[in-house]
């Protein structure tokens, strides 16, 4: 990341040249996006304040309600959305104790939705499984039957490397259930000590003690082991869990003054996990989206169709607010133009994922020549599975997702370490500013030939593009076979 020093000189000399000639509104919010603002005041607030954002817990509460100020701070039309999420999950406590060849205790965090253990832990052998391969499995056999298995895994270093993570874990889940395992132990995929938290792949329906042990910890288990060594493992994960319960989404509005009942979105997940300050995931964003929102109405700009502003909640258990959003506003999808996340940190945007869709990759490139000086950009006519913009995908909105630079992304995705020092400032004022034009234009161009697919068309999508990899590795195919989640037939 660039000392502040830098990151003003750099914001300013574009402020600078965009205040040349600022005629048409979309000069003057580049200018005003660039300029000073309260995008790092916000993010201060989101993350050092109130801290991590785990949906259903009391700091959630407080983010949502910390929403609501500051959208109605910004003039902005503001309210919450309530849903239902399926079920209660938080860790109170997480430790583990190895006995056997060698005694210590690990550091280890429990996966979301993992199930608790009794107060007195639970405790078996610890049998090494390699990395969870189903040749690796077939050759442990029946000795892993009641046994926690250790899983070894390679250094997150690259987006690639993280959808193979969520892929891999879907098969090891599935393979430890069919063997009977009593639970699973991942080695972390991040160096040294450094923790992380995933879903368990299977969600809310898992039933298995899973948890990730440091990766110099589960090192040290694995040396032993391939010497011949025996280990055991008392695991104890303590809990707060319950049924379904409600919670909210924060949504904000600048009404159309041409074509109210047209609707462009752009949003942000505000909740996250409870082990860093939740700032590259999704923090950051989440500030970049209210700043829009302020700085468009703070230059008095009148779009021709309605431009809606989403904080989501319970994108990280299952993606359940977006969700949600689309099974309420269901009767107002044809009148979606388009919607777009933002939700892969702080890296520079240099384009977007286009879902697959031709002639909204045609339209984001006129809308991003707006903007061109703070290219290049390229973007990726495929669709993603991950996060908020699934559920329109899977409902035939078109959608848009920031196909952004990795920057420290990954090496923070998830972690202890995810907390605004790692935020990288100047990039996501740049992001800040090629989001909001693109909306704009999106709000704004004269004629959109952009048509909601129906389901046939979700389907050929998904067959062309091989969607069903990561829709079953993320527990999502179920749903769009049997039509409740997803474009009705």
């Given amino acids: 990341m660039l000392q502040r020093s830098s990151s003003i000189l750099f914001i300013s000399f574009f402020f600078a040249f965009f205040c040349v000639a600022q005629n048409s509104d979309s000069e003057k919010l580049v200018a005003a996006m660039l300029g000073h603002t309260q995008i790092q005041d916000d993010l201060h607030e989101l993350c050092d304040k109130i801290g991590g954002r785990v949906t259903g817990t009391e700091a959630n509460e407080k983010a949502i309600e910390w929403g609501v100020k500051k959208f109605k701070e910004a003039g902005v039309e503001v309210k919450k959305e309530a ?3 399926p079920s209660l999950w938080d860790e109170k406590n997480c430790t583990a104790k190895i006995k056997g060849t060698a005694n210590f205790s690990p550091r280890v965090v429990s996966r979301a939705f993992s199930v608790g253990t009794p107060p007195d832990g639970l405790e078996a052998e610890l049998i090494s499984v390699g990395y969870g391969t189903e040749e690796d499995f077939k050759k442990s056999g029946d000795k892993i039957k009641d046994k926690f298995i250790l899983v070894t895994t390679d250094e997150l270093v690259e987006l690639g490397g993280l959808f193979k993570e969520y892929n891999d874990a879907h098969e090891i889940e599935g393979r430890a259930l069919a063997s009977q395992v009593k639970g699973v132990v991942y080695m972390s995929s991040r160096p040294k000590k450094l923790l992380f938290r995933h879903l368990a792949s299977r969600g809310y329906n898992n039933t298995l003690p899973i948890v990730v042990m440091a990766r110099d910890d589960a090192s040290r288990c694995l040396r ?40 462009v979105l ?17 923090g950051c964003n989440v500030s970049l989206v209210i700043d829009i929102a302020r700085q468009m109405t703070l230059l008095g700009i009148k779009p021709k169709r309605t431009i809606r502003f989403a904080l989501w ?11 949600a959003y689309t099974q309420q506003h269901e009767k107002e999808l044809d009148k979606h133009i388009v919607i777009a996340s933002i939700d892969i940190g702080s890296g520079k945007i240099t384009g977007f994922f286009t879902g697959h869709r031709p002639d909204l990759d045609a339209e984001t490139k006129k809308a991003l020549e707006a903007v061109a000086s703070l290219g290049p950009f390229e973007n990726a006519d495929v669709p993603i599975v991950g996060t908020d913009n699934y559920d329109f995908m899977m409902q035939g909105v078109p959608n848009l997702v920031g196909k952004q630079e990795g920057a420290n992304y990954c090496s923070d995705y998830h972690c202890e370490s995810d907390t605004y020092d790692k935020v990288n400032l100047q990039n996501l004022k740049i992001n800040s500013a090629i989001a909001a034009v693109t909306m704009l234009h999106f709000a704004n161009v004269d004629k959109v030939t952009l048509k909601r697919h129906n389901r046939n068309d979700v389907q050929k999508m998904i067959d062309e593009t091989k969607l069903d990899v990561p829709m079953k590795a993320f527990e999502y195919w179920q749903g769009w076979l049997d039509g409740t989640r997803g474009r009705k037939p």
Avoid at 239 to 257: A, D, F, M, Q
Avoid at 316 to 323: K, L
């Fill in 224 to 263: 032993i082991l391939d010497k011949g060594g025996k280990l055991n493992i008392n695991l104890s994960i303590e809990l707060t869990t319950g049924g379904s319960y409600t919670s909210y989404n924060v949504i904000g509005e600048i009404k159309g003054n041409e074509k109210p009942d047209e609707i």
């Fill in 83 to 85: 849903f239902q999420m």
């Fill in 313 to 323: 909640n319970g994108e990280e258990q299952c993606i359940c607010g977006s969700y």
């Fill in 266 to 282: 752009i949003g942000a997940h505000l909740d996250s996990w409870g082990m860093g300050t939740g700032a590259n995931d999704n």
